[in-house]
Nanobody, 113 residues
Framework: QVQFVESGGGLVQPGGSLRLSCAVS??????MGWYRQAPGKQRELVAL???????TYADSVKDRFTISRDYPKNTVTLQMNRLKAEDTAIYYC?????????WGQGTQVTVSS
């Protein structure tokens, strides 16, 4: 069974940066995505990386977020720069663009002054 363990969230001021990491156990040679869910909103896909390394971003995070993967370590990373209050959410990783039903606990990102 595939498992996801997200880490790296926290409280940051607007304009700041955070680096999220997702450790994946199980199948890894697949497309992977970072998703987020803000209070009262549906979960959305914000960044996607294919098995070959091609990346796609939601318009709301384009040019601010960077997704990458490390095959030897089975990890997927999301570098988030120039954070905004609207980036506040719980962030999750999962298969992308179609996630599995199982989700990890996620990591909370709060952008506030």
């Amino acid at each position: 069974q595939v498992q996801f363990v997200e880490s790296g969230g926290g409280l940051v001021q607007p304009g700041g940066s955070l680096r999220l990491s997702c450790a994946v156990s199980g199948m890894f040679f697949i497309g992977m995505g970072w998703y987020r869910q803000a209070p009262g909103k549906q979960r959305e896909l914000v960044a996607l990386i294919s098995s070959g390394g091609s990346t796609t971003y939601a318009d709301s995070v384009k040019d601010r977020f960077t997704i990458s993967r490390d095959y030897p370590k089975n990890t997927v990373t999301l570098q988030m720069n120039r954070l905004k209050a609207e980036d506040t959410a719980i962030y999750y990783c999962n298969r992308g663009p179609t996630p599995w039903e199982y989700w990890g606990q996620g990591t909370q990102v709060t952008v506030s002054s």
